[in-house]
């Protein structure tokens, strides 16, 4: 495994805890900017990185929409409820390419 595989796979990791840390109630709302940045920033890295990996190309798309949901620039206006099923489908998502890399 290469070191930039290794950097792609923690970057997903440390995205996926910090969704399944945001289903936590009355957390402050930097908490949610830090969010926003993380799983943007490992979503684009990662659609970036797998584009052209044959087996692993056909994530680019939904990576790209992840990236944009949790765009830290141009917020996506969502209920709280949508949210907190994004955050968990994004953790379990992350957490299953993780294990593909």
């Known amino acids: 495994m290469s070191h930039e595989t290794k950097n792609l796979k923690v970057l997903l990791l ?5 969704m399944c ?5 009355n957390l402050p709302q930097v908490f949610f900017t830090l969010l926003r940045w993380v799983v943007c920033g490992a979503a684009a890295y ?3 990185r797998l584009r052209l990996n044959p087996k692993l190309s056909r994530h680019f798309v939904p990576l790209v929409i992840v990236a944009a949901l949790f765009n ?19 953790a379990v998502y992350f957490l299953q390419l993780s294990k593909k890399l």
């Open 14 to 18: 440390v995205a996926a805890l910090m």
């Open 21 to 25: 840390v945001a289903v936590i109630p």
């Open 46 to 48: 990662a659609a970036y």
């Open 72 to 90: 830290p620039l141009v917020p996506a206006p969502l209920t709280l409820l949508l949210w907190l099923l994004l955050d968990l489908a994004g």
